[in-house]
């Protein structure tokens, strides 16, 4: 997966928060430089079996060389989340952390924080899945547990599911 990938899967992440949710993160470490290509503002692609609406949003913006800072707008309170392409196992994906919801600090006793996702830009829409809990269950509550669930099924085609698709927000739309 390229860098291209990379970037949608922030996007997806954070948009399909619906997926799965880790109390520890895949990889604390990262030097992967971020993808300029999914850096701004991107809207949902509504689908036809009633998805997210276009009034979900997101706004990818570079934190430092190898880290986004991702606001995620919805009809509920926003999302904020850092961001940091990985690559384990030889899959390049991207480690999302919450950091803010409604405009507030994470509460620190809140687990959950941690998604993992990838990304592709396809036909000019990023379309992001997050990582498979049927895969990679859910309720793994460390970075080993995790790690090696995330390698045992690293070839999978079905290691990331639930696609979601943005497209880029338009000025003055």
Same mark, same amino acid.
């Given at each position: 997966?390229?860098?291209?990938?990379?970037?949608?899967?922030?996007?997806?992440?954070?948009?399909?928060?619906?997926?799965?949710?880790?109390?520890?993160?895949?990889?604390?470490?990262?030097?992967i $430089?971020?993808?300029?290509?999914?850096?701004?503002?991107w809207?949902?692609? $509504?689908?036809?079996?009633? %998805?997210?609406?276009s009034?979900?949003?997101?706004?990818?913006?570079?934190?430092?060389?190898?880290?986004?800072?991702?606001?995620?707008?919805?009809?509920?309170? $926003?999302?904020?989340?850092?961001?940091?392409?990985?690559?384990? %196992? %030889?899959?390049?994906?991207?480690?999302?952390?919450?950091?803010g919801?409604?405009?507030?600090?994470?509460?620190?006793?809140?687990?959950?924080?941690?998604?993992?996702?990838?990304?592709? *830009?396809?036909? %000019?829409?990023?379309?992001?899945?997050? *990582?498979?809990?049927? *895969?990679?269950?859910?309720?793994?509550?460390?970075?080993?547990?995790?790690?090696?669930?995330f390698? /045992?099924?690293?070839?999978?085609?079905? *290691?990331?599911?639930?696609?979601?698709?943005?497209?880029? /927000?338009?000025?003055?739309?």
């Open positions: 997966m390229n860098m291209k990938c990379i970037s949608a899967l922030l996007v997806s992440a954070i948009l399909c928060l619906a997926g799965c949710k880790y109390e520890a993160p895949l990889m604390q470490e990262h030097g $430089p971020v993808d300029t290509a999914v850096l701004g503002f809207e949902v692609v $509504p689908d036809r079996s009633g %998805g997210p609406d009034s979900e949003n997101m706004m990818v913006l570079r934190f430092s060389d190898t880290e986004y800072l991702i606001h995620y707008s919805a009809k509920e309170e $926003p999302l904020y989340f850092r961001g940091y392409p990985i690559k384990i %196992g %030889g899959v390049t994906c991207v480690q999302l952390q919450l950091i919801i409604d405009n507030k600090p994470v509460d620190s006793s809140q687990k959950e924080l941690f998604h993992v996702a990838s990304y592709e *830009l396809v036909n %000019g829409e990023l379309v992001i899945r997050t *990582l498979n809990a049927n *895969l990679v269950g859910g309720g793994l509550k460390d970075t080993g547990a995790l790690v090696k669930a390698l /045992k099924h690293k070839d999978s085609p079905e *290691l990331f599911a639930n696609p979601c698709r943005f497209r880029r /927000k338009l000025k003055n739309t």
